[in-house]
């Protein structure tokens, strides 16, 4: 197994450093120079101003020495400078990492847990009314963007109810510490959470469901049954464990489009993450910036799916590690 | 001449006089909204324009601006001309200290010139009059131009020209500098905490040299990158100030209709944000004059005025704002009038070539008013086709001229020889810049007006030159102005005397109190 993971580590780097390249030249690509952009913030712009941002940024060397010195950067751990936001690029990521983590890995427990909850449920007492409840609603949650839920949650609970608030991390000025301020993240957290677990939460309850039917038809269930073991033991052991796999692999991918979501999600709720910081950058072109935030990303869609190949062996025995 | 003396009349006081009805009140923290976040707070290296929101409260300019731009006492008590126009002698306040108590003295004025000539662009521009600054003691500073400049009195508010504290930045490399991120200025407000992503807080300066003031505690200025949410953080009560343009502009007249909600669209007059279509004059039928007007006449502009920004503004009859000196409307008119519009495209010959318009992609209301606009000049005959950018994207498309039609809008910092000339001299046509003369368009005549009008004096010399310049501009129609923009400040009506000046909240919250 630790061969496994050794040579899983050693191609996600290479991986990684392919990413690194094309993303690189994939934002080149894109109309819009950071000087220029910067210029117009000015609100002026002429040839000196221009040039010397350029220069600043390091765009008037060529193409592959720029590639050079960020690659070069990267592999000793050095993310570059942002100069738009004038502070290393590896301290703009570490100040907002934490609350994209909170987010994206409350909304994939809360997602995750519930979605395999419902999709037994709806499984367990498929034709009924229950699974046609349960299956419109995840129709309904799979089927509305991120930013409508988001906004009509707002609508609801913040506006009309007063119940969450709206935006933001915590209470600004409030000054609280220890397990109040803990109590005001939650709160600040639940709409957001919710918001972007919705969509995966739909998808892993009608997965579950789909997988538990089909396996439910397979031969070594009714064995289960004929040796006389219980609805329970067989719905647990054997038909959610056999039927989670293809769960799991979405899951894996998910983690991927988690981040995605997130993008949204922070921007509408002024949640502090990556998301935004990584929507901002694009906006201004801040080149290393946006590169930082993708090779972060890259990075931990990379040990999310490590996670998974590691989980599929704890979910089947069956299945053993290729080295 | 005779000598002319501007004294500043140390009107600090006459400034505040919409407050002597009500003696303001002390302590108390206002909640304003930020959009965007502004990548850093050094206003001498970064200049947009949440960054002179923030920044004004923390740093100073010698001078401020009155509603009717006239100079008014900051950094500098009193101020002298020269018989010949070209020396201007600054006294500057005495007792001032930086945040860290290092006083601020006429070196830091000398620094700050040669630091912004190399670090702001504007600036630069501003001060390319300039032959030198002295300071023959600590409290006086001469500036000794080359020529005669009719707006030099209007390039010294804070987010044209801040003060930069010497100690902290002489010998140091600015941009990494790290005050850039922990600003060190005279204002009534210091810095105090910056929460990437969620909020600004600013404290008050217990020294600040306008005894009495600041009247506020605290600001914090909430980071909320979605519009609506921006609306909503007001409607819940979280933030009290939604400077102008915060929030998407078919929410302004819900938001002032609610309880406890004052409105003002004061503040702009520095400013006077103009919007219009730049018409790419080099090439295909927009090089015609006819089409130019073709276009003015084609465009309801009422319709603009009234359905997409909600009645707030005013339809603009020339290059100049109604708002800024030597304004006339004693112009060509172009009222919306689809037959003419579409007589002048027959006459010029235009015969259905394609037409690229660039919308502004600064949020709804810009986007809709490209979709008026399209119909407009479809209706009239046009093949139009939008290209959707970003604002980096459609930024370069108009600097290096990849465009036909493409919207617009700018600040004219009230004077024509600092934000209209630019737009319209031969000079100012340079490839790959923005904000410039991006159309194309060149004419001696104008180029010597603007010459002309900048040096001139006296000041009824200026404001013939500057007329005649406004109806040369809009008979030739270089680009299509549409609308004086008007950006309104929404705020609790307990916020009061927030916006003072013809800067608006871009000169800090000096002057505001909570009538609590």
């Known amino acids: 197994m630790l061969s496994f993971i050794a040579q899983r580590v050693l191609k996600g780097v290479i991986v990684l450093l392919a990413i690194v390249v094309l993303n690189f030249f994939l934002i080149r690509l894109a109309p819009g120079d950071p000087a220029v952009v910067m210029a117009g913030e000015a609100g002026a712009s ?73 999709g037994t449920f709806a499984a367990r007492f498929a034709g009924t009314f229950l699974d046609t409840a349960i299956t419109v609603f995840a129709l309904i949650f799979y089927a509305m963007p991120i930013f409508w839920v988001a906004l009509m949650g707002i609508l609801l609970f913040s506006v009309t109810m007063d119940w969450l608030p709206s935006f933001g991390y915590e209470t600004v000025g409030a000054n609280l510490t220890g397990f109040s301020h803990a109590v005001d993240v939650a709160k600040h957290l639940i709409m957001p959470a919710m918001t972007l677990g919705l969509f995966f939460m739909a998808t892993y309850t009608r997965m579950t469901r789909a997988s538990m039917l089909e396996v439910k038809r397979l031969d070594f269930v009714k064995t289960a049954r004929a040796k006389g073991l219980s609805d329970a033991v067989i719905q647990r052991r054997h038909v959610l464990r056999n039927a989670l796999l293809p769960v799991v692999t979405l899951a894996g991918v998910h983690s991927g489009t988690l981040i995605g979501g997130a993008v949204i999600t922070e921007t509408v709720f002024a949640w502090p993450g990556i998301g935004r910081l990584m929507y901002d950058a694009l906006l201004q072109r801040d080149y290393n910036l946006l590169l930082g935030v993708f090779v972060i990303c890259s990075a931990m869609v990379l040990i999310f799916n490590l996670i998974t190949d590691l989980v599929y062996r704890l979910v089947d ?3 053993e590690f290729a080295s | 001449m005779p000598k002319r003396v501007l004294l500043g009349l140390l009107l600090a006081c006459g400034l505040t006089a919409p407050t002597l009805a009500q003696e303001p009140k002390t302590g108390g923290v206002i909640n304003a909204v930020i959009q965007p976040e502004p990548p850093g707070l050094m206003l001498a290296m970064v200049q947009n324009g949440p960054v002179q ?45 930086w945040h860290d ?83 060190v200025g005279t204002g009534p407000f210091m810095f105090r905490e910056w929460q990437k992503g969620s909020f600004i807080r600013l404290v008050k300066n217990p020294n600040y040299h306008e005894k009495g003031k600041p009247y506020l505690d605290e600001i914090y200025w909430q980071i909320i990158p979605d519009a609506a949410a921006r609306s909503v953080a007001y409607e819940t009560g979280k933030v009290d100030v939604l400077p102008g343009g915060s929030v998407e502009n078919f929410d302004v007249p819900r938001l002032s209709k609610l309880k406890d909600t004052c409105v003002t669209g004061a503040g702009w007059e520095f400013f006077s944000p103009l ?106 005959g046009m093949n139009i086709e939008t290209i959707a950018t970003d604002v980096a994207g459609g930024n370069q498309k108009i600097g290096d001229w990849d465009y036909d039609i493409a919207f617009t809008y700018l600040y004219q910092y009230g004077d024509p020889a600092l934000g209209v000339g630019r737009n319209y001299i031969s000079s100012a046509i340079a490839k790959g810049q923005m904000f410039n003369n991006v159309e194309g368009y060149s004419n001696p005549e104008i180029d010597k007006l603007f010459a002309d009008g900048a040096v001139a004096t006296p000041d009824s010399k200026r404001k013939e030159i500057y007329e005649k310049a406004q109806k040369i501009l809009v008979e030739d129609v270089p680009v299509a102005w549409m609308l004086e923009l008007q950006f309104p400040t929404i705020m609790r009506c307990k916020v009061k005397n927030l916006i003072t000046t013809g800067i608006g909240v871009n000169d800090g919250f000096k002057d505001a109190w909570l009538d609590k």
Do not use: C
């Open chain 2, 275 to 380: 919007a219009w279509l730049w018409l790419n004059n080099r090439q295909g039928p927009l090089a015609d004059k006819r089409v130019r007007q073709a276009i003015m006449y084609a465009i309801d502009r009422d319709f603009a005025k009234d359905v997409i920004w909600n009645g707030l503004g005013k339809v603009a009859t020339g290059p100049s704002a109604s708002t800024i000196k030597y304004y006339t409307d004693d112009v060509k008119k172009y009222p919306y009038d689809p037959a003419k519009a579409k007589a002048l495209l027959k006459e010029a010959g235009y015969k259905g070539e394609k037409i690229r318009l660039l919308p502004l992609a600064y949020g709804e209301t810009w986007q809709r008013w490209g979709e008026a606009v399209k119909q407009n000049l479809q209706d009239v």
């Open chain 2, 53 to 97: 929101m923030v920044s004004g409260n923390i740093f100073e300019g010698l001078l401020r601006y009155s509603p009717k731009l006239e100079p008014q006492p900051e950094l500098a008590e009193s101020w002298s001309v020269s018989e010949d126009a070209k020396t201007y002698t600054f006294k500057l306040r005495k007792g001032v200290t």
């Open chain 2, 101 to 183: 108590g290092k006083p601020f003295t006429a070196a830091d004025v000398l620094f700050s010139v040669e630091m912004l000539k190399q670090t702001h662009a504007r600036a630069r521009n501003n001060l390319a009059q300039v032959d030198k600054v002295e300071a023959p003691d600590d409290y006086t500073v001469v500036f000794t131009l080359k020529q005669p400049f009719g707006p030099f009195l209007g390039i010294f508010e804070v987010g044209s020209m801040p003060m930069v504290p010497k100690h902290l930045y002489e010998g140091t490399d600015w941009k990494t500098n790290p005050y850039n991120n922990a600003p």
């Open chain 1, 317 to 319: 025995p069956r299945i």
């Open chain 1, 46 to 118: 002429d040839q000196i101003f221009v040039n010397q941002l350029r220069e600043k940024f390091g765009l008037d060397k060529p193409l592959p020495e720029q590639l050079f010195i960020y690659v070069k950067g990267v592999v000793t751990l050095d993310l570059g400078f942002s100069f738009r936001q004038q502070a290393p690029v590896a301290k703009l990521i570490g100040e907002r990492l934490p609350a994209t983590l909170l987010l994206t890995l409350t909304a994939f427990a809360i997602s995750l847990a519930l979605g395999i909850l419902f």
